[in-house]
């Protein structure tokens, strides 16, 4: 449909504006013009009529036959002129009584007979279009009553030029169609105008979204003035900006502290290698300079792998295999990993996790999570401090709590754990193996398993973190 | 020419102050700000080189400390943050010099070299006692327009004797600026590179460039030149 093709608001709102105007109006004067075409040919039939009734007094039926008083007639309509009236006057058997004079001797065409008066449309001499009414009577024989007999039967036809009528309808056709013709005229206009101006909010609101940069999102877009049909796209383009500008803002911080974080192993190992160009070394000292280096890549490579499993799960790129895992599987190895560098600095564990304890889980992941945590655990306990491993079910969830003592950070700074690249001691830059990103994996990892993370600061500087799934049913009879 | 590096990433900081050594310098280090605090306080540094972000007290405590208690070290920034308001922070606090990670280590030795200079109120890398011309940036040293060849210890000995010509200069005064914190200062290492340079730099025929002061020390060249 050429409807489809039209883009703009405005055309088709004008197009069907004036088509619906065009229609009305077709319709309205087709309504009109048929009515006033019944009315007037209703008075026009009326009239001839009412000639014919003047003319039946007339014919008269005696010794002569039938013909027609005609000296005793004065009607001028007969008289030849312009527009004249006719008539015609037949006996049953068809011979023909009278005609007017303006017939010229022709004939008019004659209907089908009836008791009532018959109405036609006819063509009257010189192939004028006219009106006929035929009245059928009985005229009784004149004269003294012996003498009567049958009446004779008679037909008069009595017609009209219907010239002037069709002269009317035709100037009222013309006036109507010039009303149509300027009422689409007036509410092409009107509906052009009307709309412009509704719609010149809209387009202001396009500038002003065109003109938006992405620097500044926060700049929520001009919702009053606008339609009330529009208003609603706009507020919800306004809270669109903001959870984009939002997004982006982490986005941008998280791309400048990774930055950041890289730039000072990146410095170290510039500063190494520099160094060691800069003059002869013994083998020995190059040997620890390449030590050091591989010792800074491999912390730089670990923070790469952590903020690229951070960057899948946020986009929903690490397929879950979810099922029954038991907790002791997932901890038993990574405390293993952790136990030399515990006996070292004389950290004492305390292991209450049940032997059944369950979650449901990727197991994979749970690792990666489970052993986040107990690294981190690991790395800020204090010397000879102590681990607290502790499992509890509640409410159809397993919950696995890993507390460790030393703890410095303010328990209204707990919950800041998660935050990307958040340390507690900002000094700690790039020593250790811990980036800020651990945590931060953490609570992404267990919200994408249907879980939570929780972190927490008790009495006495215990660090507590709390990883909460829903309970996996462990199939009976499965050893442990 | 004593120098002490505190900066908490280890990488940088054992590399630092094993160019800095390299070059001839006395270097101490820590990772710590506390102990870099006390450091700095306890020995007649030329110039500290100094991180912002620190365990215990940050960089700009120390040297708002340091500048407050009137120490008049040549003070280096070395950090990562490289906003505007970050280094007129830094210099504002006090600070000589800002420079920002990662930083090629050339650029950090002519810094400190220039600081170094600016220590001692010199601003050309040129010294000149006597018939001794010394290029502090090339390390190279001309006697009569021969050129001697130095050791970096027997150089950054001679320089310091050179920044202070015409001024005796004790023995306490080389081992604080010519040696660093960990130096055995009961050995006769002094007198020992004295005589190597003497040896080096002077010949029979012309007049003494070293000169031993009895019970005080040395003196470059003639009495205050």
């Given at each position: 449909?050429?409807?489809?093709?039209?883009?703009?608001?405005?055309?088709?709102?004008?197009?069907?504006?004036v088509?619906g105007?065009?229609?009305?109006?077709?319709?309205?004067?087709?309504?009109?013009?048929?009515?006033?075409?019944?009315?007037?040919?209703?008075?026009f039939d009326?009239?001839?009529?009412?000639?014919?009734?003047?003319?039946?007094?007339?014919i008269?039926?005696?010794?002569?036959?039938?013909?027609?008083?005609f000296?005793?007639?004065?009607?001028p309509?007969?008289?030849?002129?312009?527009?004249?009236?006719?008539?015609?006057?037949?006996?049953?058997?068809?011979?023909?009584?009278?005609?007017?004079?303006?017939?010229?001797?022709g004939?008019?065409?004659?209907?089908?007979?009836?008791?009532?008066?018959?109405?036609?449309d006819?063509?009257?001499?010189?192939?004028?279009?006219?009106r006929?009414v035929?009245?059928s009577?009985?005229?009784p024989?004149?004269g003294?009553?012996?003498d009567?007999?049958?009446p004779?039967?008679?037909?008069?036809?009595v017609?009209?030029?219907t010239?002037?009528?069709?002269?009317?309808?035709?100037?009222?056709?013309?006036?109507?169609?010039?009303?149509?013709?300027?009422?689409?005229?007036?509410?092409?206009?009107?509906?052009?105008?009307?709309?412009?101006?509704?719609l010149a909010?809209?387009?202001?609101?396009?500038?002003?979204?065109?003109?938006?940069?992405p620097?500044?999102?926060?700049?929520?877009?001009?919702?009053?003035g606008?339609?009330?049909?529009v208003?609603?796209?706009?507020?919800?383009?306004?809270q669109?900006?903001?959870?984009?500008?939002?997004a982006?803002?982490?986005?941008?911080?998280?791309?400048?502290?990774?930055?950041?974080?890289?730039?000072?192993?990146?410095?170290g190992?510039?500063?190494i290698?520099?160094?060691?160009a800069?003059?002869?070394?013994?083998?020995?000292?190059?040997?620890?300079?390449?030590?050091?280096?591989?010792?800074?890549?491999?912390?730089?490579?670990?923070?790469?792998?952590?903020?690229?499993?951070?960057?899948?799960?946020?986009?929903?790129?690490?397929?879950?295999?979810?099922?029954?895992?038991?907790?002791?599987?997932?901890?038993?190895?990574?405390?293993?990993?952790?136990?030399?560098?515990?006996?070292a600095?004389?950290?004492?564990?305390?292991?209450?996790?049940?032997?059944?304890?369950?979650?449901?889980?990727d197991?994979?992941?749970?690792?990666?999570?489970?052993?986040?945590?107990?690294?981190?655990?690991?790395?800020?306990?204090?010397?000879?401090?102590?681990l607290?491993?502790?499992?509890?079910?509640?409410?159809?969830?397993?919950?696995l709590?890993?507390?460790?003592?030393?703890?410095?950070?303010d328990?209204?700074?707990?919950?800041?754990?998660?935050?990307?690249?958040?340390?507690?001691?900002?000094?700690?830059?790039?020593?250790?193996s811990?980036?800020?990103?651990?945590?931060?994996?953490?609570?992404?990892?267990?919200v994408?398993?249907?879980?939570?993370a929780?972190?927490?600061?008790?009495?006495?500087?215990?660090?507590?973190?709390?990883?909460?799934?829903?309970?996996g049913?462990?199939?009976?009879?499965?050893?442990? | 020419?004593?120098?002490?590096v505190?900066?908490?990433y280890?990488?940088?900081?054992?590399?630092?102050?094993?160019?800095?050594?390299?070059?001839?310098?006395?270097?101490?280090?820590?990772g710590d700000?506390?102990?870099g605090l006390?450091?700095a306080?306890?020995?007649?540094?030329?110039v500290?080189?100094?991180?912002l972000m620190?365990?215990?007290?940050?960089?700009?405590?120390?040297?708002?400390?340091?500048?407050?208690?009137?120490?008049k070290?040549?003070?280096?920034?070395l950090?990562?943050?490289?906003?505007?308001?970050?280094?007129?922070?830094?210099?504002?606090?006090?600070?000589?010099?800002?420079?920002?990670k990662?930083?090629?280590?050339?650029?950090?030795l002519a810094?400190?070299?220039?600081l170094?200079?600016?220590?001692?109120?010199?601003?050309?890398?040129?010294?000149?006692?006597?018939?001794?011309?010394?290029?502090?940036?090339?390390?190279?040293?001309?006697?009569?327009?021969?050129?001697?060849d130095?050791?970096?210890?027997?150089?950054?000995?001679?320089?310091?004797?050179?920044?202070?010509?015409?001024?005796?200069?004790?023995?306490?005064?080389?081992?604080?600026?010519?040696?660093?914190?960990?130096?055995d200062?009961?050995?006769?290492?002094?007198?020992?590179?004295?005589?190597?340079?003497?040896?080096?730099?002077?010949?029979?025929?012309?007049?003494?460039?070293?000169?031993?002061?009895?019970?005080?020390?040395?003196?470059?060249?003639?009495a205050?030149?």
């Amino acid at each position: 449909m050429i409807f489809r093709r039209i883009q703009s608001l405005r055309a088709r709102l004008v197009l069907g504006l004036v088509l619906g105007t065009v229609l009305l109006q077709v319709a309205a004067s087709t309504a009109v013009c048929w009515l006033q075409r019944q009315a007037l040919y209703n008075r026009f039939d009326q009239a001839i009529l009412s000639t014919a009734r003047a003319l039946v007094p007339n014919i008269k039926y005696d010794k002569k036959g039938v013909h027609l008083d005609f000296e005793k007639l004065a009607i001028p309509e007969f008289q030849r002129g312009k527009g004249p009236d006719y008539f015609q006057i037949w006996r049953d058997d068809g011979t023909v009584v009278a005609r007017s004079l303006t017939l010229g001797g022709g004939d008019l065409a004659i209907g089908e007979p009836s008791s009532k008066p018959v109405k036609y449309d006819c063509l009257l001499p010189r192939e004028e279009p006219g009106r006929a009414v035929l009245v059928s009577l009985e005229v009784p024989m004149g004269g003294p009553r012996e003498d009567r007999g049958v009446p004779a039967t008679v037909r008069l036809v009595v017609a009209k030029e219907t010239k002037p009528i069709r002269n009317d309808l035709r100037t009222l056709a013309w006036i109507l169609a010039g009303t149509t013709a300027a009422g689409a005229a007036v509410a092409a206009t009107l509906a052009w105008w009307v709309v412009a101006r509704a719609l010149a909010p809209v387009r202001r609101l396009s500038q002003q979204i065109a003109g938006i940069q992405p620097s500044e999102l926060r700049q929520p877009v001009e919702v009053a003035g606008l339609p009330s049909e529009v208003q609603p796209v706009a507020e919800r383009l306004n809270q669109m900006l903001n959870r984009l500008a939002v997004a982006f803002e982490r986005e941008r911080a998280f791309t400048a502290d990774a930055a950041h974080e890289l730039r000072t192993p990146l410095a170290g190992i510039r500063s190494i290698a520099e160094v060691a160009a800069s003059s002869p070394q013994s083998p020995e000292e190059s040997g620890s300079d390449f030590r050091e280096i591989v010792q800074v890549t491999t912390g730089m490579q670990a923070m790469v792998e952590k903020l690229l499993m951070l960057a899948r799960l946020d986009a929903g790129q690490v397929p879950l295999a979810m099922e029954a895992v038991n907790l002791r599987q997932i901890l038993e190895p990574l405390l293993m990993e952790q136990a030399v560098r515990m006996g070292a600095r004389n950290i004492v564990v305390r292991d209450d996790v049940g032997a059944e304890a369950s979650v449901k889980a990727d197991p994979n992941l749970l690792g990666l999570v489970v052993g986040n945590v107990i690294a981190n655990a690991v790395e800020y306990v204090n010397d000879g401090g102590e681990l607290a491993l502790e499992s509890r079910v509640a409410e159809g969830q397993t919950c696995l709590s890993i507390a460790n003592t030393g703890c410095t950070v303010d328990a209204a700074e707990a919950e800041k754990v998660f935050e990307r690249f958040w340390r507690a001691d900002p000094s700690r830059t790039g020593n250790s193996s811990h980036w800020g990103l651990g945590l931060s994996l953490v609570s992404r990892a267990m919200v994408m398993m249907g879980g939570s993370a929780r972190a927490q600061v008790l009495e006495g500087g215990v660090f507590r973190l709390t990883l909460c799934l829903p309970a996996g049913e462990i199939p009976t009879g499965q050893p442990q | 020419m004593r120098v002490l590096v505190i900066e908490d990433y280890e990488p940088i900081r054992r590399s630092i102050a094993k160019g800095l050594a390299k070059a001839g310098m006395a270097v101490d280090q820590t990772g710590d700000g506390e102990e870099g605090l006390w450091y700095a306080r306890s020995n007649p540094y030329d110039v500290v080189v100094l991180d912002l972000m620190l365990p215990k007290v940050d960089g700009l405590t120390i040297l708002r400390k340091l500048r407050a208690e009137g120490f008049k070290q040549q003070i280096l920034i070395l950090t990562a943050k490289d906003t505007v308001e970050d280094r007129v922070r830094g210099l504002d606090a006090g600070a000589d010099d800002y420079l920002v990670k990662p930083f090629a280590f050339d650029e950090l030795l002519a810094r400190v070299r220039a600081l170094v200079r600016r220590s001692y109120g010199e601003k050309s890398p040129s010294i000149e006692v006597g018939g001794l011309r010394m290029n502090t940036s090339t390390q190279q040293v001309w006697v009569n327009d021969r050129l001697i060849d130095l050791s970096a210890r027997e150089y950054t000995l001679l320089e310091y004797l050179a920044r202070r010509a015409g001024q005796v200069v004790s023995r306490s005064d080389i081992w604080e600026h010519v040696y660093d914190f960990h130096s055995d200062t009961t050995s006769n290492v002094v007198e020992v590179y004295i005589s190597y340079l003497r040896r080096k730099l002077e010949q029979p025929d012309q007049p003494p460039l070293i000169h031993t002061i009895r019970g005080r020390g040395y003196r470059l060249g003639e009495a205050g030149a």
